[in-house]
Structures are given as C-alpha cells and as structure tokens.
C-alpha cells in the first residue's frame, strides 16, 4: 500500500452520559464501547486512514493505541473538532497532527451539524463504523449513507445505546456478529478489513 492513498475509515462513537437521553446511557456497555474502539484502532490505524468527530471519550482511546504501536502512524488519523468547543479541547487533542477545525456556528447543535456534515461528505470513505452513542449516531448515519451509499457500514449492536436503536431500526442486512460477538479484534478483521 506504500504508493496508494490509504483508505478511509469512519468512526462515529462516544460514551452516552446519564444527563443526557436516559435511553442511550440504560442500554450501553460501556467496556464494550472501550474495547470495541480500541480493537477498531488497532486493526484499522497500521492499514488505513481513521477519521472521527473528536468526541472527549473516544479520543483518549485512540491516542492511547497510537502511542503503543511501534509505527509512527499519526499520517493515518484525522481527527474533526468544531471551534465551537475550543476553549474546552481535552488535553488529548494535541497529540494528533490532523486536526481539522470547523466553524463555530450561533449554537452547539449547528455547530455540530457542520462539522458532521464537512467530515462526512468531504471525505470517500470506504466504511463507516458506529458504536454506543447518542443521537449523534443516528445524524451521522444518515448524513454518512447519503454521501457514502456503497460504503461498508458496521453498527455494533453489541455495545448497546444509540448503535443499538439504529441496528434495530435503520439496517436491513442483519448480522448476528454485530450483536453478540464480543471478541472485536477478529470481528473487525472479519467483516472490515477482509473486505476492504
């Protein structure tokens, strides 16, 4: 792959917090959400470009796995943040060199949008993963089938919240691994990069 562009890889993820929709944080498995994210960078970040919405619970897992491979991989991780939460970046932000600002907008919610809507539809992404969240997930996988229609999509069910409601309600194509296979190491080897 030396001479290729690496192929593009997208996470929507983030840990559902109790203040917010009682209904995502009820359902989630949060060390299944951890070790999904850190299996999915693990597989991918060697073989791929990962590019993601800097959520503050996620990040920290990403860096965490860059920091332990051998490879000097930071060319293969884009990481999208809205200048609307500037003066709140976590500390991890600064470890990446791709940091892609979006505008801030009047409120959180636009400001949101337009960062979901520039990651999503300015990159060509060949997959798109999704795991726990929150309503995010669900704006994102819209916005993500619409500009990415033959991309590989792979909600894991397994980690329960907002992944969850749109396995159940938005995908057609079941696989029973996305909501009982735990071991996400060979799942992501099996139904992502196999296929790519």
């Given at each position: 792959?030396?001479?290729?562009?690496?192929?593009?890889?997208?996470?929507?993820?983030?840990?559902?917090?109790?203040?917010?929709?009682?209904?995502?944080?009820?359902?989630?498995?949060?060390?299944?959400?951890?070790?999904?994210?850190?299996?999915?960078?693990?597989?991918?970040?060697?073989?791929?470009?990962?590019?993601?919405?800097?959520h503050p619970s996620i990040t920290?897992?990403?860096?965490?796995?860059?920091?332990?491979?051998?490879?000097?991989?930071?060319?293969?991780?884009?990481?999208?943040?809205?200048?609307?939460?500037?003066?709140?970046?976590?500390?991890?932000?600064?470890d990446f060199e791709h940091i892609?600002?979006?505008?801030?907008?009047p409120t959180r919610e636009e400001?949101?949008?337009?960062?979901?809507?520039?990651?999503?539809?300015?990159?060509?992404?060949?997959?798109?993963?999704?795991?726990?969240?929150?309503?995010?997930?669900?704006?994102?996988?819209?916005?993500?089938?619409?500009?990415?229609?033959?991309?590989?999509?792979?909600?894991?069910?397994?980690?329960?919240?907002?992944?969850?409601?749109?396995?159940?309600?938005?995908?057609?194509?079941?696989?029973?691994?996305?909501?009982?296979?735990?071991?996400?190491?060979?799942?992501?080897?099996?139904?992502?990069?196999?296929?790519?």
């Open positions: 792959m030396a001479h290729k562009e690496l192929k593009k890889i997208f996470l929507s993820a983030s840990i559902p917090l109790p203040e917010r929709n009682q209904e995502f944080f009820d359902t989630a498995d949060f060390i299944a959400i951890r070790d999904a994210v850190r299996a999915l960078a693990t597989i991918i970040l060697p073989k791929c470009h990962l590019i993601w919405g800097g920290p897992i990403i860096r965490y796995v860059l920091a332990r491979m051998d490879t000097n991989l930071k060319q293969h991780v884009t990481l999208y943040q809205s200048k609307y939460f500037e003066s709140s970046f976590p500390e991890d932000n600064f892609q600002l979006t505008s801030k907008m400001s949101l949008n337009v960062m979901r809507k520039e990651m999503i539809s300015q990159n060509n992404f060949s997959a798109g993963v999704f795991i726990g969240g929150m309503e995010g997930i669900l704006d994102e996988y819209i916005l993500f089938k619409k500009y990415n229609p033959r991309a590989i999509v792979l909600p894991i069910a397994s980690t329960g919240a907002a992944t969850k409601i749109l396995y159940d309600n938005y995908i057609n194509e079941k696989n029973d691994r996305l909501q009982n296979d735990w071991a996400y190491m060979s799942l992501f080897r099996d139904l992502l990069l196999n296929k790519l």
